[in-house]
């Protein structure tokens, strides 16, 4: 019998693992409009939670996310 806490630990794990991550492609996909949320004065952290969880841990991602960015912005 599983307790309340472990039950709570397994699902994190479940999630973490399969449902709340994206990969690297499925990242690059969305990045295109996760970046023109991000020019159009949203936060797109809040509105695409999974890139910008992508992008909070992988500093590739994260390096192209701000070369379009900067490619958005014209600078
Ligand atoms: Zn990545």
């Not at 994206?22 to 023109?36: K, N, P």
């Not at 936060?43 to 909070?56: F, I, Q, Y």
Request: proline fraction near 1%; aromatic fraction near 4%.
């Amino acid at each position: 019998m599983l307790k309340r806490g472990d039950v709570i630990k397994l699902v994190r794990v479940v999630a973490e693992t399969h449902e709340i991550e994206i990969g690297c492609d499925e990242c690059f996909e969305r990045l295109d409009s996760f970046a023109e949320t991000e020019i159009s004065g949203v936060n797109a952290s809040v509105a695409m939670p999974l890139v910008g969880d992508h992008l909070d841990k992988c500093a590739d991602c994260r390096s192209k996310f701000e070369a379009l960015l900067r490619v958005l912005r014209g600078t």
